[in-house]
Structures are given as C-alpha cells and as structure tokens.
C-alpha cells in the first residue's frame, strides 16, 4: 500500500479531540474512560498536531515525537496528566501495528535503518539525560566545598582575635599584685630613633592601675571591630574580661592588706588613750568600683517598674482588683503611712508583674497557670523573672 494513500492519523489511533471532546484518560476507579472535558486552546492544538502526525506518516518521516506532543492535550488537567506517556506509547504501538500490517513485505534495509535511527536517538538522550545528571552533581560538590572554605576561612579568622584579647586579659597570679604589676611592666621603651615608645608589652599581664582604663577602652573597641564575631559573643568577651579584672584586683586586695597593730596604752591620770589603729591598706579605687558596678549591670539587669493596679487581667481577663477585695480594709483613715504601705502590699500579694520589660500585672493563679504552658509574658514575650 503507498505512502500516499494512508488513511488520517486519527483514524488510526481513533481520536477524534473535536467530535468527543473528552479526556482520553482512563479512571481506574471507575473501570471506564475519563468523562471531564478537556479545554478548546488544548483541542485545537491536538488537531493541528494530528494533522501534522498525518503529513509525517504520509512522508515516511517518525511521528513518535508528535504523539509525545499530543498526548498531553487531550488529557484533563486535574487527574490524568500523569497518563501522558503511557497514551503516547500505545498510540505508537498502534501505529507501528497498523503500518506493519498494510506492508508485510518490508525490505531489511529499511528496518534495519528506522532500527538505527531510533535507537541513535535513545542513545542521544540517554547521553544527555547521563550529561545533565553529572554536571548536577559537579554543581553540588563545588558548593560544598565552597560552603567548607568560607567556613574554615571564618574559623582561622576568628579564633586569632579570640585567642590575642585573651592573652592580653589573662592575669599572672601572685601573692603581691602591686609588686607584680610594677616588676611586669617595662614602661616606655627606646625605638630605634631614640624616641620612647609608650606602648607596655603584651606578654599575659594586666598593666599598672593608672593605665587600666584606656586599655579596659582599647580592648572594647577591638573586639566591636571584629567583624566575624557577633554582638553576643562581643558581650561574653566583654563580660569575661570584667570578670577576671574583679577577680584580680579583689585578689590583689586581700593579699596587700596588712595586719592592723593596735596598741593600747595603759591608764594614766584616770583616763585612756584611744587606741591607734595603724593600717596600709589602700583605699577603694575608682576603677574597681566601677569595674564591680559594671559586672553587676551585666549579671543582673534592671527590673521593669510596676504598672498601676487597675484593669482586667490579661489571661482571665477578670478585674485585677477582685484578688484584692478579699484582703482589704475600708474605713482605716487614721493609720498612719507605715500602715498604709503595709496593707497595699498585702492586697497585692495575690498580684504578679512582668520585671522583664512591660511591668504588665496579672493574678498570681493565672501567671503560674501560663508558665505551665509557655516561660514568657503574654503581654511583652519577654522570659518571665520571678
């Protein structure tokens, strides 16, 4: 039978998208062909593609790639579009029955040859599907290993300043700090020019007290300038230095302190000399003061004011003042202000605030209730301080 006079390729696969235009899907549940219509722009497109698919087998060209392209259209949207392949497969399997069956006589040049060609194609797209695939996972190996040498580029930066202000804070333990500190430090040096260098040497030790404060400032400003380390490492830092600068001054405190000698005299002409008390030990510096209100501004931050008892409760949301009823006394105008304040904290007790930020009031109940299910202030979020 000729080429030409092939009959039309929806004969062939017996789809016809414009006289039934429903999905071509099959509905396992319903062990029947799928009755949702599929959408005009998607039959006009299958007819065209038909008519091409036509065209080709006439021509003695493959139409396996028009039926890849056909399937999909003929398909409803919502449940059998995953059935595209299967229904290009079968309609290539009728085709090639139907054409094997119009020609018996084949000459193996032919077969041989369509065999080639289609098996070339299978291997050009297994070769790039392979292609793609390896090129993914190049793709995804050098990422890795650029995340790995960011990272270690941030771990070699880091840990030299970490490991710099820490020398520099670390303080040399002695029985005499004041000794100490005036035998380690070297105090100006001459430079090459002959000009004094003011700057002491870094080896490990604190320098003298008259210089603590700028350096206590010059230390805070390298370690705010240490981009890789962030705010709250910044403040353990800062915390941690303040901590052993306490510690070491306290020490040196205590191990300069003398034994105070008392000397009494004895009574002469019926009355007593008041004893002399003769002690070195150096009054409070201003630095340690400072250094000690600083570390208790760290460890315990300021508790929030108390917000006017007056409202509902924001959890039960029942009036604040009924947990005072019950305890309060009307009519005493004569008390005086002691006694006041004293029944005020009375009726309160049954009354809790949030001392974290808002200073929001709540019924003592209902705040132990809350923190049963979440540690925060409904109010601010805030973590709850007791």
Known sequence: MARASLPELSQIIKLEPEKEPWC???????????????????????????????QALRAGQSIEDILEDLAPHVLCKRFHQSQASDLATRWKNQVRSFLRSQSPITSPRRQSRDALVSESLNARRQTSEERCLRLEKEIFEMQRMLARLQDAHHDSAVPNNARHNATVLTPTPSTNAGNTLDANYQGPRASSTGHADQIPRERGILPPVSRQQSTNTTRTQAVRHTGSISWIRSRDVIAQSISIQVVTNTTATEAARPQASVRMSNFESGRTTPPHVHSSSPPPRPVQRRTEQA???VARPPIAPRRTVEGDCGICLHTLHEATDDTSVAGDDTDDEDEHNGDEEERYEDLVWCKAQCGVNFHKTCMDQWLERAPTCPTCRRAWRR
């Open 24 to 54: 071509a899907g099959y509905a396992p549940s319903q062990g029947r062909r799928c009755h949702y219509r599929t959408n005009g722009p998607g039959r006009s497109c299958a007819m065209h593609l038909l008519s091409q698919g036509t």
């Open 295 to 297: 570390v208790a501004s």
